[in-house]
């Protein structure tokens, strides 16, 4: 059984959006679309460094001050006994040792893969960092032990700092959010209702990412409120469908906290 390495929020460790880390997202959207079964191995951010030592993880980047920086999502995998790190090299893992499954990353489209998740932060966190700004840190849906990290140095490397921003810049930062992030990328999209994803009909670790961002989106705006909804609509309701292809699979996780 795989174990997925995640970061609670305050919601209990049996609900299904109690994760909001939008790479750990990608992964459960991989593993539904693999009909990979998995566990959630629960978290807080000031443990990852810890634990990711402790099961040999590797590191998977830098902090801006040199020292190493290990993150989430990180697996293991006991039918293979390896632990793997990064998004994008988890999703490769998975490609490779569970070949019979859909393959997010079609060796031909590597490269694109790994250009358009390394392009998101130009293409779509930029423009969120406004929308989520203030909520996020004040948020009673985030642990006390990871607000905490949010507002130090080290949380930097995850999270924009605690900025507030006026009524008014929310509120066009939520239609840059729309039509110049999502709505441009929209457009250069294939428009129909039975090809939901980036490359059509085909999934791939593209849709993982966009996935990922809603997913984590979710945590502070719920499927009742009113901000969803419209997200869910936009653009022709294309990323409503992404939601409903991944909704309509069946669930692998099990809750067991
Ligand atoms: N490139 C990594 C990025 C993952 C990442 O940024 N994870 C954040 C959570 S959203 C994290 O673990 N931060 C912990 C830290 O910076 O100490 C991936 O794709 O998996």
């Known amino acids: 059984m795989i174990t997925l390495y995640d970061n609670k929020s305050t919601l209990p460790l049996s609900h299904p959006y109690c994760g909001y880390s939008p790479y750990v997202w990608r992964i459960r959207f991989a593993l539904r679309f693999k009909g990979l079964a998995y566990r959630t191995h629960w978290l807080e951010y000031p443990d990852v460094e810890t634990i990711a030592k402790s099961i040999g993880a590797p590191p998977t980047g830098k902090r801006p001050n040199g020292t190493v920086r290990y993150t989430i999502p990180i697996i293991h995998d006991s039918v293979t006994n390896k632990v793997i790190s990064g998004s994008f090299d988890i999703i490769e893992y998975l490609d490779a040792t569970y070949p019979d499954t859909v393959q997010l990353i079609p060796k031909e489209t590597r490269l694109l893969q790994k250009v358009f998740e390394e392009a998101e932060p130009g293409l779509i966190i930029r423009h969120l960092i406004p929308v989520v700004g203030s909520r996020l840190h004040k948020s009673p849906l985030i642990t006390p032990r990871n607000q905490e ?109």
């Open 149 to 257: 990290f949010m507002n130090s140095e080290a949380g930097r490397a995850s999270y924009p700092p605690p900025v507030v921003y006026s009524e008014e810049q929310e509120k066009e930062a939520w239609e840059k959010f729309k039509n110049s992030a999502l709505g441009d990328m929209a457009k250069q999209m294939l428009d129909s209702e039975e090809a939901p994803f980036v490359m059509g009909k085909k999934v791939s670790m593209a849709d993982a990412v966009l996935f990922g961002r809603f997913a984590c989106l979710r945590l502070l705006w719920d499927e009742s409120t009113k901000e969803w909804k419209e997200m869910m609509s936009w653009h022709g309701g294309r990323w409503g469908r992404l939601f409903e292809a991944y909704e309509s699979l069946p669930q692998v996780e099990k809750y067991d906290g």
